[in-house]
């Protein structure tokens, strides 16, 4: 998964279709068709890989497919199944990409650090660059 796409899941509800795969579930797309199937993976542009699936046509006709593959943009609403719990989904979720987002508290403790140590570098080089011109002027004595 790219940076963008995985921001893009990180920031928005994408993560939960993420935390729904390996259910099954009904995707509803434009032009009032469905497919119902187990979701097998989910980009973070939205595209959905379906399994073991069912397409319904807008006249009712229905047709099975092993593998089927919707484009995000032709997505208009996911059936989330009433056994999962939301939030936790998109928590567990979140908590997957932990290991690869920077959150902002960790951003405040790398620059606090990073703070500490400029700091430090620049208190040493004073003292430093102080204490040179005096032991120059003690031996010019």
């Known amino acids: 998964m790219s940076i963008r796409?995985?921001?893009?899941?990180?920031?928005?509800?994408?993560?939960?279709?993420?935390?729904?795969?390996?259910?099954?579930?009904?995707?509803?797309?434009?032009?009032?068709?469905?497919?119902?199937?187990?979701?097998?993976?989910?980009?973070?542009?939205?595209?959905?890989?379906?399994?073991?699936?069912?397409?319904?046509?807008?006249?009712?006709?229905k047709s099975d497919f092993e593998t089927f593959y919707v484009q995000g943009k032709n997505i208009r609403f996911v059936h989330i199944p009433d056994e999962v719990d939301i939030i936790q989904a998109i928590q567990g979720q979140l908590q997957s990409y932990h290991g690869i987002r920077t959150f902002k508290s960790d951003r405040k403790k790398h620059s606090a650090k990073r703070m500490d140590r400029k700091l430090a570098k620049q208190l040493k080089e004073k003292d430093l660059s102080a204490s040179v011109p005096a032991t120059a002027a003690k031996t010019a004595d």
């Open 5 to 61: 796409e995985r921001t893009k899941s990180m920031n928005s509800l994408v993560c939960l279709l993420q935390a729904l795969q390996g259910r099954r579930t009904v995707v509803e797309l434009r032009h009032e068709t469905s497919v119902m199937g187990t979701i097998d993976n989910v980009d973070g542009l939205m595209n959905v890989s379906l399994s073991q699936a069912t397409f319904t046509d807008i006249s009712g006709a």
